[in-house]
């Protein structure tokens, strides 16, 4: 880091010299015009002109010549993804096997903005194309918070009412949380490294982190409205009404309304609701804990599925308190 002397001219006019390096870097001469960007923590951004408004792009090529799992190049892709690599090249000499380049169309078709631009027998080119103005990170929470809590929702509301078809799309319902979760990854990552994707999506930067963590704890919340879901199934096929079933419904909503008021504590940025929220959360847990002991007078599957459901329920209020915690934690600035 170089440190630079403020200096006035002309009486009014303050000015500071440029690095040589810098200017040299970037075939800056005399009479150019630079773009001086004021950033919202007050800090500046010096920028040759109109290249302030173009994101930067990041190029990652990844050689899987000793990759055959389909399952580990997904994670690999998923994970250039999430880092920000607006171009993720994938190659193999002299040819990439059919079941990786499978792995690789399953990864484009779940994921938002990406597209095969290039493709030959050795090598697949993912370009970025979205528009990060075009998906702002509130809408994306939004989405992500409505498809969480019909998730939860239809999988107690299938066990209760014996409507085992309600769970058979649950998997595909996840992945679409799933996507939207990596979405807000990448552009948080994004946003770490290249100021102007904030400014584009209208966001002060700091704030990334926030979306991020928010997106990571519903996908969590997602997950156990799978569980749910998978042990409902499980239950429905012993075909057995327990007496519970009233209290895990009762539950249930205890737990959505800790989630909703969570979201919307964090929209409406109310610092004294979130904090009342996180307080709801030790009745619920009290009161999953009495089920629990009622649903360990059940014997064998349906006794361990009745307690992974009243867990999942349970796991679920809790996060969404963690999603309180963080409103306070952003607010209290």
């Known amino acids: 880091m170089e440190k630079r002397k403020v200096q006035m001219t002309g009486g009014s006019s303050y000015i500071i010299t440029l690095p040589k390096e810098w200017v040299n870097a970037r075939g800056i001469k005399k009479n150019d015009v630079l773009d001086i960007i004021e950033n919202s923590d007050g800090s500046l951004s010096i920028v040759p002109e109109g290249k302030g408004k173009k994101r930067s792009e990041k190029s990652i090529r990844i050689d899987c010549k000793e990759i055959n799992d389909p399952n580990f190049i997904f ?41 095969i631009i290039e493709e030959d027998e050795s090598t697949i080119e993912i370009k970025d194309l979205l528009d990060p103005s075009e998906m702002p990170p509130e809408r994306t929470i939004k989405r992500m918070y ?6 939860h929702e239809d999988a107690i509301y299938a066990l209760l009412k014996g409507k085992s078809d309600i769970l058979s799309d649950m998997g595909e319902r996840d992945m679409e949380i799933d996507r939207l ?9 994004s946003i770490s490294c290249d100021r102007k994707i904030a400014e584009k999506l209208g966001i002060d930067p700091g704030l990334g ?30 075909d057995k009404k327990p007496a519970i079933f009233e209290r895990i419904e009762e539950a249930s909503k205890m737990s959505m309304e800790i989630f909703t008021e969570s979201i919307d504590s964090w ?46 329920i349970r796991r679920t209020g809790e996060y969404s308190a963690d999603l309180s915690e963080m409103a306070i934690n952003y607010l209290i600035k």
Request: charged share 25%.
């Open 209 to 238: 982190v926030y979306y991020f963590l928010i997106a990571k704890t519903m996908e969590r919340i997602g997950d156990h409205a799978v569980r749910i879901s998978e042990n409902g199934m499980r239950i429905l096929k012993l």
């Open 75 to 115: 994670r690999m892709l998923v994970a250039a993804y999430i880092r920000g690599y607006t171009t993720i090249i994938v190659q193999r000499e002299p040819s990439i096997p059919p079941e990786l380049r499978t792995s690789v169309r399953r990864f484009v078709q779940n994921t938002v903005g990406l597209e």
């Open 267 to 312: 929209i409406r940025k109310d610092i004294k609701n979130a904090n009342r929220n996180i307080e709801n959360v030790r009745e619920l847990v009290k009161y999953c804990e009495e089920i629990s002991e009622s649903a360990l007078r059940e014997k064998g599957i349906m006794a361990v599925s009745l307690n992974s459901i009243i867990e999942s």
């Open 181 to 189: 979760y990596w979405l807000i990854a990448h552009q948080y990552n």
């Open 146 to 151: 409505m498809l969480v809590k019909n998730m």
